[in-house]
């Protein structure tokens, strides 16, 4: 088959398409062809180096987290799926070694979930990693419906999941974003739209900071709560804010869930454009230098 290979840290042009073996499911697994792998910056890290000491995955390696396709194999033990099942799943690739940018894709069928109806099989690549995250932040949060939640970095993938997905918990959403960006976030339902310059003091009851703004924590009530997902750039603990990590998990259940929420029409997956996966260093350059609304999804050449 065909994937993007990265056989050396470093610069986006160190990503390469390449001949590279089919995975073999194992007994609880499914074999995936690939519609769609969804860009995330965990890649643009793994690539650059930043998370070699702590994973175990060795190169050359495939990159990517997310993937939307067709069930073609599934293992001895597998009930969920059966082969030509449209699915979607976040393999954590810098865990289990299993990178997305590829035709073919294996996961544990426990962690994937059928795709959504509603929308093009390759753009559901856009959900899982971006979905999974927003939803297990909101979870650490202990707001009742009718609070205000602070969401940073609003317009971007995980940020605009956290306001669709809060204002479906009832809660009333303050974001933080680009000028430009304001028609695109009273869409996604924010109440208020505001930039990092003119975040309010004290006016939330809560944060979800996507964007590596730690200052934006000052828009936080006193004994309030602060949900981080950037590890490198965390909001000190003040005035009796409750601060907190959320890292990501694999949740099949979860998935479905999100995937329902879009089929339903709460969730609105967004997508920026479709590369192809010869593109991939071209789709890295683009998601650093920022502006990109939407996932960049790469596609295999058919
Ligand atoms: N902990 C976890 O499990 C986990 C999971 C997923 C992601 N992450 C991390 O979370 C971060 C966000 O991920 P993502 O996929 O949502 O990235 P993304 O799509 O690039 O979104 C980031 C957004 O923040 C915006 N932003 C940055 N600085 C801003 C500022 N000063 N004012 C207003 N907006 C600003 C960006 O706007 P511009 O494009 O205009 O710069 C962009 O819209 C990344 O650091 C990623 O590594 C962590």
Known sequence: MRAVLLSAFGEPDRLATAEWPVPEPGPDDILIRTAGAGVNPVDLQTRAGQHAAHSKVELPMVLGWDVAGTVVEVGARVRRFAPGDPVVAMSAQMATGRGTYAD??????????PAPRSIALADAAA???????????????????????????????????????????????????????EALLKELGAERV?????????????????????????GVR???????????????????????MSFVEQDGTRLARLV????????????????DFSAAAEAHRRLAAGGVRGKLVLVPAR
């Open 260 to 275: 329902g929420l879009v089929d339903e029409g709460t969730l609105t997956v967004r997508v920026a454009e479709r590369l």
């Open 194 to 218: 505001v930039t990092d310059e003119t975040i309010p003091r004290g006016a939330a009851d809560a944060l979800v900071e996507t964007a590596g703004l730690p200052g934006a924590i000052a």
């Open 127 to 181: 959900l899982p990693l971006a979905g999974l995250t927003a939803d297990q932040a909101l979870d650490l949060l202990d707001t009742p419906p009718g609070g205000t939640l602070l969401v940073t970095g609003a317009a971007g993938a995980v940020g605009g999941f956290v306001v669709q997905l809060a204002v479906a918990r009832g809660l009333r959403v303050l974001a933080v974003a680009r000028a430009r960006d």
């Open 222 to 244: 006193d004994g309030g709560t602060a949900i981080s997902i950037v590890p490198t750039r965390p909001p000190l603990t003040e005035r009796g804010i409750d601060v907190r």
């Open 104 to 113: 073919h894709v294996v996961v544990a069928a426990d962690i994937a979930a």
